[in-house]
């Protein structure tokens, strides 16, 4: 099992993508659950869920750097 599974699912991305197609991905999920764009009531949400696309961002950067390295 992929330990990083759980992050590119948050990007809705398939394992391996390439980094154009994760940049893309995560601009799109920023736009969608940024608090300041989004309706009143899910703000708390989008909070949360922005937090989450960021960690999963942050996460898999640092693999993509480590397969780089190698």
């Not at 699912?9 to 994760?22: K, N, Q, R, T």
């Not at 909070?47 to 996460?59: P, T, V």
Request: aromatic residues 10%.
């Amino acid at each position: 099992m992929d330990p990083y599974a759980a992050y590119w699912e948050a990007l809705e991305l398939e394992p391996g993508a390439d980094l154009d197609a994760i940049k893309r991905a995560y601009r799109e999920m920023v736009r969608t659950y940024h608090p300041d764009k989004a309706d009143p009531f899910m703000r708390s949400y989008c909070g949360e869920a922005l937090k989450i696309i960021n960690a999963a961002m942050a996460r898999i950067e640092d693999e993509q750097k480590n397969e780089a390295g190698r």
